[in-house]
């Protein structure tokens, strides 16, 4: 059964910085994109930070700058390192990986995480 498993989420103080990591049973996650995606209390999920097979990573404008998200492919496992935090990025976080056709790009596979709670607040 395949498995994406979050960590590192807490309570930390604004300013401060967490490290979240994805890590995968069953599939090799070097050959998915992998996404983290956030949901906050009333609000819509929303992407936060991507990264292709190949290495490109794009990130949503409110975290530009200050998170970064890669791989450690020898671990199987994805990486958000957030910097800076503020109280606005209090989420669950959820790590989200999708297999594409390499002729077409559909999506094949996806798998989601089950979250981990990232709090900022004094």
């Known amino acids: 059964q395949v498995q994406l498993v979050e960590s590192g989420g807490g309570l930390v103080q604004p300013g401060g910085s967490l490290r979240l990591s994805c890590a995968a049973s069953?599939?090799?996650?070097?050959?998915?994109?992998v996404d983290w995606y956030r949901q906050a209390p009333g609000k819509q999920r929303e992407l936060v930070a991507a990264i292709s097979r190949s290495g490109l990573t794009n990130y949503a404008d409110s975290v530009k700058g200050r998170f970064t998200i890669s791989r450690d492919n020898a671990k199987n496992t994805v990486y958000l390192q957030m910097n800076s935090l503020k109280p606005e990025d209090t989420a669950v976080y959820y790590c989200?990986?999708?297999?594409?056709?390499?002729?077409?790009?559909?999506?094949?596979?996806?798998?989601w995480g089950q979250g981990t709670q990232v709090t900022v607040s004094s």
């Open positions: 989200h990986s999708q297999y594409k056709d390499p002729g077409t790009g559909v999506v094949l596979y996806h798998y």
């Open positions: 069953v599939i090799i996650l070097s050959t998915y994109a």
